[in-house]
């Protein structure tokens, strides 16, 4: 994965686009299959899958009562299973609540896998040189700070409440509403002010280093390789095949009365081979090293 983020941040976002979008809106069990396969190849070999049989069966659960509830729900369908209460338990509702579960499930894991490929210096990258430059600053300097006003709140809250009987030092009890809510407000007064005045150091700190001025300057450059446009080809090729499938007729899906549905095989193999670049990079990373290596 580490080869993969790499990857200039317009091509990552166009990757991400045609994988979730195509993963999440084509009604077709066989590329949501390969959309969720992908996925959770491309997390476990990542990394970001701390634990990943526990987390991987996390997945199967969430698939399973999607398509155990949605029959309970929908009674539509021409294969009725059981009786529940009166209303039918139908096959097609069945396979419609686990089809809807696996677009979920793909969908968690390719955010996840954004989360961890797309920093804050990839999206200031992304937004630099546009009317956007200033808010993409703005945007990334305020989700720095979220962990860290989180963490200065748990630090004024713990040192209000070792405080809670020293009326001295300006604690007040958290008895009550009343003194909760007045407990609550002293500690967001001091993250406030802690928080002002950490901005100020931030701003004095930006304006030293020249931020905002003409030219402006970055502090990593992406350059578009070869791998970059293979990848936006292969996306665009993906969604292209996907969408003409789709109106010829021959990438379709339905579910009720009965299952019908039909994959057209080039859109499968292009967006299959989307899904799987991730791995590939991966796999000649390590190719590379290996053979780059000095030999001992």
């Not at 190849?41 to 069966?57: D, M, N, Q, T, Y």
């Not at 003409?214 to 090729?237: G, H, Q």
Request: aromatic letters at 12%; one cysteine or more; proline letters at 4%.
């Amino acid at each position: 994965m580490k080869a993969f983020s790499r990857s200039n941040p317009f091509v990552l976002m166009i990757f991400f686009a045609a994988a979730v979008g195509t993963g999440v809106f084509c009604y077709v069990p066989a590329i949501r299959a390969i959309s969720l396969a992908g996925a959770a190849v491309s997390a476990v070999v990542s990394g970001i899958c701390r634990k990943p049989v526990r987390e991987l069966f996390g997945c199967a659960g969430i698939i399973l009562v999607s398509a155990v509830i949605n029959p309970v729900i929908v009674t539509l369908g021409g294969t009725p299973l059981f009786y529940l209460a009166g209303r039918p338990y139908t096959l097609e509702a069945l396979l419609y609540g686990a089809d809807n579960g696996a677009a979920v499930v793909s969908a968690l894991l390719w955010f996840r896998l954004f989360s961890a490929v797309m920093t804050s210096e990839k999206l200031s990258f992304l937004m630099s040189g546009t009317v956007l430059s200033g808010f993409g600053t703005a945007f990334t300097l305020t989700l720095r700070y979220v962990p860290e006003l989180i963490r200065r709140f748990n630090e004024c809250r713990a040192a209000h409440r070792a405080n809670e009987f020293a009326p001295a030092a300006g604690a007040v009890s958290v008895r009550g509403f009343l003194s909760r809510a007045a407990f609550y407000l002293n500690v967001f007064m001091s993250v406030a002010s802690s928080a002002l005045e950490l901005s100020a150091q931030t701003a004095d700190s930006m304006k030293a280093r020249g931020c905002m001025l003409s030219p402006k300057t970055r502090l990593v450059e992406y350059p578009l390789r070869a791998a970059d446009i293979l990848c936006a080809a292969l996306s665009v090729t993906a969604v292209c095949s996907a969408v003409y499938a789709s109106k010829t007729g021959r990438l379709y899906a339905a579910f009720y009365p009965a299952v019908k549905t039909e994959c057209h095989a080039l859109a499968a193999l292009t967006y299959g081979a989307l899904c799987l670049l991730p791995l590939l990079f991966s796999i000649l990373e390590s190719i590379k090293w290996h053979f780059c290596r000095p030999k001992t």
